[in-house]
Antibody, heavy 124, light 106 residues
């Protein structure tokens, strides 16, 4: 079964650091962009960052730029999110997602077709 | 960043009802929009991409339309399992941005 499994969440003090991991299975991980999305308690979804297939291209939402680093290890089929200088507003469930590129009518579209179950980060 | 505004923020409907959710972008995004649904305590799931193309396995009672700044998700005949929160997401540029969500209560 195609699957993503996050780990690494926990309770951390403001200003602290945490590294999230996402293990991929049953698909060719190295051929996909990958994404982190978070959801604060009782709130909506927020796109956090993504990374291309070989790690050479990354994008971040402004609120985490300079504090979070997305990376991947294709040999281990794993995606990571290194979080530092954590703030209370970073408290959320963090999901990793596979960023699937669809091609239709000469246009490429991205959509997150596989999601992990999420890992909870609490900054307090 | 492009702002995505969904309406309504919540709605109550009955089984069999036709339900429409709208999503408006603060600037034109062509048809580079996806819809997701999320049940309580679960990860989101992809419903529609490219504004109107159903993801494999999604029931045909779901449909999407729109281009530019205005988009619509329609459920033609609401089923009990459709109780969820629905989100739009623009994939036109970075940062990707979600709408705030529409909670559908049966």
């Amino acid at each position: 079964e195609v699957q993503l499994v996050e780990s690494g969440g926990g309770l951390v003090q403001p200003g602290g650091s945490l590294r999230l991991s996402c293990a991929a299975s049953e698909f060719t991980f190295s051929t996909y962009w990958m994404t982190w999305v978070r959801q604060a308690p009782g709130k909506g979804l927020e796109w956090v960052a993504n990374i291309n297939q070989d790690g050479s291209n990354r994008h971040y939402v402004d609120s985490v730029q300079g504090r979070f680093t997305i990376s991947r290890d294709n040999g281990r089929n794993s995606l990571y999110l290194q979080m530092s200088s954590l703030r209370a507003e970073d408290t959320a469930v963090y999901y990793c997602a596979r960023d699937h590129t669809y091609y239709n009518s000469n246009v490429y579209y991205d959509a997150f077709d596989i999601w992990g179950q999420g890992t909870t980060v609490t900054v307090s | 960043a492009i702002q995505m505004t969904q309406s309504p923020s919540s709605l109550s409907a009955s089984v069999g009802d036709r339900v429409t959710i709208t999503c408006r972008a603060s600037q034109g995004i062509r048809n580079e929009l996806a819809w997701y649904w999320q049940k309580p305590g679960k990860a989101p799931k992809l419903l529609i991409y490219a504004a109107s193309i159903l993801q494999s396995g999604v029931p045909s009672r779901f449909s999407g339309s729109g281009s530019g700044t205005d988009f619509t998700l329609t459920i033609s005949s609401l089923q009990p399992e459709d109780f969820a929160t629905y989100f739009c997401l623009q994939d036109y540029n970075y940062p990707r941005t979600f709408g705030q969500g529409t909670k559908v209560e049966i």
